[in-house]
């Protein structure tokens, strides 16, 4: 499969949102409420990447050929330190996509991150894909929709080198 990621631009915020809401309805949240919450503060994050695209990492991998015309997987990297969300098509998943997506953020935050880390609060179903890439537990889960496990990403120890 071929992929190619490329920079979310503002005119394509409804199609990401509408991209994370699906991914979140496909295994993140349980109940019409804790969508409801999850979907509150991915709107602020992406106000944020559309009024500070200076201060961000968003990128989107569209679908493979002949459907390349919409998004199937989306990470969000504010102030090149705080990973807000990757998510990916629940059809997508499973096919690298998530974490070619990481490791293209990833390597773009090596020399922008201030403190040399990337940190996430991760849903407790993806606490393993984040670990499984070098992501460390940083401090006490929290009982949020979704779950809240606190992750970090120093460059300093970096499993293996980036590409």
């Known amino acids: 499969m071929n992929l190619q990621l490329t920079a979310v631009l503002p005119h394509e915020m409804a199609t990401v949102r509408a991209l994370v809401q699906s991914a979140i309805r496909g295994g993140v949240v349980h109940t019409d409420e804790q969508e409801a919450f999850v979907m509150s503060e991915v709107d602020r994050a992406l106000l944020f990447a559309t009024q500070q695209r200076d201060h961000c990492i968003h990128l989107k991998c569209n679908a493979p050929a002949p459907d390349d015309s919409f998004p199937v997987g989306v990470i969000l990297v504010k102030h090149f330190w ?74 300093d120890e970096d499993p293996l080198p980036m590409p």
């Open 82 to 155: 705080n990973l807000t969300h990757l998510f990916v098509s629940p059809r997508y998943q499973r096919r690298g996509i998530g974490s070619m997506l990481l490791s293209s953020a990833l390597s773009i935050c090596r020399s922008h991150a201030p403190e040399r880390r990337v940190k996430v609060h991760s849903s407790y179903f993806a606490v393993p894909f984040y670990e499984a890439r070098g992501f460390k537990r940083n401090g006490l889960e929290r009982d949020l929709p979704g779950g809240c496990v606190p992750l970090v990403y120093v460059f």
